[in-house]
Nanobody, 116 residues
Framework: QVQLVESGGGLVQAGGSLRLSCAAS????????MGWYRQAPGKQRELVAT???????TYADSMKGRFTISRDNAKNTVYLQMDSLKPEDTAVYYC??????????WGQGTQVTVSS
């Protein structure tokens, strides 16, 4: 079992930056991939970025070039650096861990609000 705790959300103006953190605990050695997702009210949850234990990353097109995902295995933490934020980025951001044997674990989410 894996537990995930997100932090770092808040209110920023358009063009500003935030860094989100996701701290993992529990069966951390079973984690194969971690990622960030977001969901705005009334809209579907969408992938933001993922990173494997080997450091391979993927990004959604709308975030590519503005957001950067990274991890610190010594701290069992994944980060999402968000730059050039837009009002359209306003959403609850969730951390996800994928494990072997197969399983998905989610954090509670952290609110990001971008004002124009």
């Amino acid at each position: 079992q894996v537990q995930l705790v997100e932090s770092g959300g808040g209110l920023v103006q358009a063009g500003g930056s935030l860094r989100l953190s996701c701290a993992a605990s529990g069966s951390i050695f079973s984690i194969a991939i971690m990622g960030w997702y977001r969901q705005a009210p009334g809209k579907q949850r969408e992938l933001v970025a993922t990173i494997t234990t080997g450091g391979r990353t993927t990004y959604a097109d709308s975030m590519k070039g503005r957001f950067t995902i990274s991890r610190d295995n010594a701290k069992n933490t994944v980060y999402l650096q968000m730059d050039s934020l837009k009002p359209e980025d306003t959403a609850v951001y969730y951390c996800k861990a994928g494990t072997r044997p197969i399983g998905d674990y989610w954090g509670q989410g952290t609110q990001v609000t971008v004002s124009s």
